[in-house]
């Protein structure tokens, strides 16, 4: 076996599963803290890389200042997302968030749809072109970025989530809503907070992933499939599982492709996450709530 | 006593549309209707009667839409058979994707049966040479019932109108028996419903198998009709539809969607709606209804109606 | 006189806590044995283990001599082991006589197909279920409710229905969990009297109850639980003065200081 292939192949996989890993992480957070499941997921994603199209084609910004405003963007979308959804189910049966959630994901979808038209856009960075080479391996610019934004992004939340009042609490709803409310925890306050960290999330992935990819209003429904596959495999709210869960998928993938064919790599996630529900239903991690 | 006579009134309309109207358009929308009442009652069974929130129903639709256009257009066979195979394809597959399915938490299953739907989707695309991919099978032959063949809307509205008539019988069959009441109980208290013991697993099993059955169905009748499918059967569009119909009519309740079914394919083909700008209209009304009418209209004017009263 | 209910062992454990701890009793047929013990002692995990609704870690059940620990659920009820929960459950959406019914199918037909159809042996049960439904109804006062839908009624109104289904079907035994929970005194007579009555039609109880007075009136042994084991069992008397179930009630010293 040529190991410049296969090490080759192992770089590709960890990159796209750090691609994976940002596309999952905000939907196991709402999910883990609010037990809610965000069908509309995708279309943050979606929604996000379009914002940044528009700033950076129609306002001419550079592309890190256009992802610096998309953020605070999206926590407002989050919100909103919070307020038209999340909030009003927050004490039904849970179908009720998914079918919430699910019918702002068909709005915002739509909406782009109208607003920009169906042809697929672009997202241009300069780390386009540029590549880095280790040890004959090859790295690819924009990839490279993303591992750096996945990193400090998951570092930055570790943090939140572990050092702040606010986030201390959201770790505390997600072990137990009905205790904290008993303490005094506002959990109104708390969905706005969780539905705005999550949005952000997906800003972020956004942000960092869309470039790689044409850009097109349905393209929230893959990132939706591997998120849930991630998801899935890696144990529901499940934060590091998520993680691991992804880059585990991304490498496995890429050596389906690389020593199998395209096919294979499309079923390699479905045919994960069905072995994992038949052995493990609650997946590797279990949900074992480790925020 | 009147629901019965209005029953029997919409029924006899039913009958005369295609005797009062000429127009090709008229019958095409009927067609359209009869074919997503059938599809209605498929997801009402498993949403409304069992309270799975199912996002199967177009991987029922889908295999039983390719499985009659596969045995058709390759083997020639008449369409009483390939109708019935295509049944069965449904019916197995919501088998296949019930029984693991239904042992998952009930967040997973929902994302597990979006899931074997996109998957479906996926091998449609990719297994070109059985289903030509995104290019799709086109020129599907006209259908052939018992050797007798027919391309003509008018015949199509009413054998559309005989297998809508079927579905409705057959939902009315499974409500008004033991099984239908042991999902009502397995829907609104599955604790207690073991207790007394039903098997939950079963009842819910049998509800993804004549789901599955009449979404094949349907989908047969959609792939001759139109005489084209691609992996778009297997798409979210039709889940969307769906869930507007039996939701807004009325989930849970026999007639509540096939009135949901008849406005929201009248509806949109009215009021020349563009697709995008519909689905936008479904998205918010889904969402209206989600929040503020969450039992569907029917019932939502019936509490109005009952407030008013002394 | 060989017990209905034997149950041996029973163990169930949750992440670093024991909830049941090899718990081993008796219920005799045609008595009513009650289940005592302060709040989290077990006993609705009890329940839940002896019924399958939850998986015992270790331990055997056997009714009337068969090993019923690996049946279902539902398995277990079609046998004719029924039970209530702690908070009262209804079909909301269905009628009272209807709840009554449901409760009264569990031996399906041969095949679903032959439900569909409603062949004459289906229709002939129906009939005597309704029979049964309405000799029960009438039984527990509430034959004027039975069209009326089960969400809209009291608390006290849901609680005999959910009793009266537990007896639809004809059970040999049924566990009752806190079936006089939050009512008023005179209901809480009148259920005591409907215990008595079906005890001597030969229906065995296993009765969780935290209306002490009730259990000692009622109870023909009584066993206590505390903190997953199993501190006595005995005759009401016996049970009621024993020091160690007083101490269990109301705490030692030893807790307080804890706490």
Redesign the interface.
């Known amino acids: 076996m040529d190991g410049q292939l296969l090490g080759q192949l192992a770089v590709n996989g960890v990159m796209v599963g750090f691609d994976y890993a940002l596309w999952a992480v905000g939907l196991t957070v709402i999910f883990g803290i609010l037990q809610q499941v965000n069908f509309a997921h995708g279309e943050l994603y979606m929604l996000a890389a379009f914002l940044l199209q528009w700033l950076l084609n129609r306002l001419g910004l550079a592309y890190e200042a256009s992802f610096a405003l998309v953020l605070p963007a999206m926590a407002a979308v989050g919100l909103l997302l919070a307020k038209c959804a999340l909030l009003p189910t927050l004490r039904r049966p849970f179908e009720a968030a998914i079918l919430a959630t699910l019918a702002v994901g068909i709005i915002l979808q739509n909406a782009v749809r109208l607003t920009f038209g169906a042809s697929p856009l672009r997202i241009p960075t300069r780390y386009e072109f540029q590549s880095l080479e280790i040890f004959g391996l090859l790295f690819f610019g924009q990839r490279l970025v993303i591992v750096g934004i996945a990193l400090t992004s998951l570092l930055a939340l570790f943090g939140f989530l572990r050092f702040t009042p606010i986030g201390t609490a959201l770790r505390a709803a997600a072990q137990n809503k009905d205790a904290c409310q008993m303490v005094g925890i506002d959990i109104r306050r708390l969905t706005l907070w969780t539905a705005g960290l999550g949005s952000v999330l997906c800003g972020i992935a956004g942000g960092a992933v869309a470039p790689l990819y044409d850009l097109y209003p349905s393209m929230g429904t893959d990132v939706v499939f591997k998120s849930f596959a991630v998801v899935i495999i890696g144990g529901m709210g499940n934060l590091w599982g998520a993680v691991l869960a992804a880059l585990t998928l991304g490498l496995a993938e890429s050596f389906a492709g690389g020593l199998g064919s395209a096919a294979l790599r499309d079923a390699t996630s479905f045919t994960a996450m069905i072995l994992i529900l038949l052995i493990r239903p609650s997946g590797i991690f279990g949900r074992v709530v480790r925020l | 006593m009147t629901s019965r006579y209005l029953v029997l009134a919409a029924w006899g309309v039913a009958l005369l549309v295609p005797l009062v109207s000429t127009s090709s358009y008229v019958l095409h929308v009927g067609i359209m209707t009869g074919i997503f009442v059938i599809l209605v009652q498929s997801l009402n069974l498993v949403l409304g009667y069992s309270g799975l929130?199912s996002l199967a129903t177009p991987a029922f639709f889908g295999m039983g839409a390719y499985c009659t256009t596969l045995l058709s257009l390759r083997y020639g066979l008449d369409n009483a058979l390939t109708f019935a195979a295509a049944a069965i394809a449904g019916l197995s597959t919501g088998v296949l994707v019930g029984i693991?399915s239904l042992?998952?938490?009930?967040?997973?299953f929902?994302?597990?049966t979006?899931?074997f739907t996109?998957?479906l989707q996926?091998v449609a695309y990719?297994w070109v040479d059985l289903t030509r991919g995104a290019m799709g099978i086109a020129s599907i032959p006209a259908p052939r019932l018992f050797g007798m063949a027919w391309t003509d809307k008018f015949v199509w509205y009413y054998v559309v109108l005989v297998m809508a008539a079927l579905a409705i019988g057959v939902m009315q069959?499974?409500v008004?028996?033991?099984?239908g009441?042991?999902m009502?109980?397995t829907r609104?208290?599955e604790?207690?419903?073991?207790?007394?013991?039903?098997?939950?697993f079963r009842i819910k099993i049998?509800a993804f198998a004549v789901s599955g059955a009449l979404a094949g169905l349907g989908g047969a009748v959609y792939a001759h009709y139109l005489t084209f499918i691609d992996p778009g059967v297997f798409g979210?569009s039709f889940t969307?539809t769906l869930?507007i119909m039996v939701?807004l009519g009325g989930s849970g309740t026999l007639w509540g969607p096939v009135i949901g079914a008849l406005v929201f394919t009248a509806l949109p083909e009215l009021l020349r709606l563009t697709p995008?700008?519909r689905?936008?209209a479904?998205?918010?009304i889904?969402?209206a209804v989600?929040?503020a009418m969450?039992k569907g209209v029917a019932s939502w004017v019936g509490q109005r109606l009952d407030r008013r009263q002394p | 006189m060989t017990a209905l209910l034997r149950i041996e062992g029973l163990t169930k454990r949750y992440r670093g806590v024991t909830a049941l701890d090899g718990v081993s009793l008796e219920v005799l047929p045609g008595s009513i044995t009650g289940l005592v013990g302060p709040n989290g002692s077990g006993k609705s995990t009890l329940f839940d283990c002896v019924t399958c609704f939850q998986r015992k870690d270790a331990g055997a059940v056997w009714f009337a001599e068969q090993s019923i620990g690996e049946l279902g659920a539902h398995g277990i009820a079609r046998l004719g082991v029924r039970r209530t929960f702690q908070q009262t459950r209804v079909f909301p959406e269905l009628s009272v006589l209807q709840n009554l019914l449901t409760a009264a199918q569990s031996t399906p037909a041969r095949s679903m197909l032959a439900e569909l159809c409603r062949l004459p042996e289906i229709r002939a049960a129906e009939r005597a279920a309704a029979t049964e439904a309405d000799r029960l109804l009438h039984e527990v006062g509430l034959a004027d409710h039975a069209r009326k839908a089960a969400g809209g009624l009291s608390y006290g109104q849901a609680k005999l229905v959910e009793l009266a289904m537990s007896l639809m079907g004809g059970p040999r035994l049924v566990l009752l969990d806190e079936p006089v929970a939050g009512i008023n005194p005179t209901l809480i007579e009148h259920i005591k009297q409907h215990l008595l009555a079906w005890r001597a039609r030969g229906i065995s109880f296993l009765l969780i109850e935290h209306n002490l007075r009730l259990v000692f009136d009622i109870c023909d042994w009584v066993y206590v639980l505390d903190q997953g084991s199993l501190l006595t069992g005995g005759p009401p008397a016996a049970v009621a003065g024993d020091p160690r179930v007083i101490e269990a009630y109301l705490g030692s010293r030893k807790r307080h200081v804890r706490g």
Do not use: K, Q
């Open positions: 929130l693991p042992r998952l938490s009930r967040h997973s929902v994302i597990v979006l899931s996109l998957l996926l990719n069959a499974i008004g028996s033991r099984i009441r042991a009502i109980a609104d208290n604790p207690l419903a073991v207790a007394v013991g039903i098997d939950t049998f979210f969307e869930l939701i995008e700008v689905s936008l479904y998205g918010v889904l969402l989600v929040l969450p």
